[in-house]
């Protein structure tokens, strides 16, 4: 895969992401939720990320249902560049959601490799600011993760072993 095929897919797929949760919103009048994972494009079609996907599908209808919340739908696509899973959650609030689910990123032994965006009903993204929440840190060096990513700072391998160490606490992934 070239780099230039990647970039390419990269911003199709998120194009194609936008529309599909406005398209949801728009149906459904209620907040959308997007989980995505963290990982490196180049270890999307691993057999450990579909089990780690799957530990946060559960993670989410678990906590979901804990508030006494609906799933009102559920998409699952698998793209090229990852899978990625669109829930239309029935909740009063989109920023109690997202507090939720900052919290299934912050506990649950995977969750550094977890990334769920909230949009409310209005279509506008729910930040971690708005919930007064730091920006993300790298699970590497704990530098904000945003800048590790868009200057490809770690390795695969270095990304790899990582994960392979939280899967082995979390004992997933064998
Ligand atoms: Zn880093």
Request: hydrophobic content about 40%; glycine content about 2%.
């Amino acid at each position: 895969m070239t780099t230039e095929t990647s970039l390419h897919d990269v911003f199709t797929s998120k194009q194609q992401r936008t529309e599909r949760q406005h398209d949801l919103v728009q149906r459904h009048q209620l907040p959308i939720l997007t989980l995505t994972l963290h990982m490196p494009i180049a270890l999307a079609k691993k057999a450990y990320t579909k089990v780690i996907f799957q530990s946060a599908i559960d993670a989410i209808q678990h906590k979901i249902k804990q508030l006494n919340w609906e799933v009102e739908t559920r998409q699952i696509v698998h793209l090229n560049i990852g899978s990625e899973a669109l829930f239309v959650v029935d909740t009063p609030s989109a920023n109690l959601l997202k507090k939720a689910m900052m919290q299934i990123e912050h506990e649950h032994k995977l969750g550094q490799l977890f990334n769920i965006d909230i949009i409310n009903r209005h279509g506008k993204t729910v930040s971690r600011k708005s919930s007064n929440m730091a920006a993300r840190q790298c699970m590497i060096c704990q530098q904000a993760a945003h800048i590790c990513a868009s200057t490809n700072r770690h390795t695969i391998e270095e990304i790899e072993n990582k994960i392979m160490k939280l899967c082995d606490a979390e004992a997933v992934c064998a």
